[in-house]
């Protein structure tokens, strides 16, 4: 018997860990795979991956809906990124502030300017 043609023939692989990505997974389709959400959205993962989006556009803040369309992530991951690198000196958390992506006044955060900051005094 000819096998179906719209039937594959094996399940697709997840790229990142290798396992078979069956009817029903929730998955995401990125650059020609499916992953499974899980494998794709690890809490460091997600919030390099926000940070890296962020230092690609050094002059631009953007709030969390941006964000999160652009990284093809859902809001409570992005809370969670945006909360960890408004930690970090390097990012700078602005209220009132146009978002970049959206053009409204809402909380955004972006890179920090390092223009202006005077050097350490170094003893």
């Known amino acids: 018997m000819a096998p179906d043609r719209d039937q594959p023939l094996h399940d ?4 990142v860990c290798f396992e ?4 029903g997974d929730i998955v995401l389709f990125m650059h020609g795979d499916l992953l499974h959400i899980e494998c ?8 390099e991956r926000v940070a ?3 230092r690609r556009q050094p002059d631009a803040t ?3 809906v941006c964000i999160g369309t652009a ?3 859902v809001h409570y991951q992005v809370v969670k990124a945006v909360t960890q690198l408004r930690l970090r000196s390097d990012f700078r958390l602005m209220v009132g502030e146009r978002c970049t992506g959206c053009d409204q006044r809402r909380i955004t955060i ?3 300017s390092t223009q202006g900051t005077p050097e350490p005094i170094r003893g």
Do not use: K, M, Q
């Open 12 to 15: 697709p692989r997840c790229p």
């Open 20 to 23: 078979p990505v069956r009817s």
């Open 40 to 47: 794709r959205t690890s809490p460091a993962s997600t919030t």
């Open 52 to 54: 890296e989006f962020l």
């Open 62 to 64: 953007y709030c969390n």
């Open 71 to 73: 990284c093809s992530l």
């Open 110 to 112: 972006g890179i920090r």
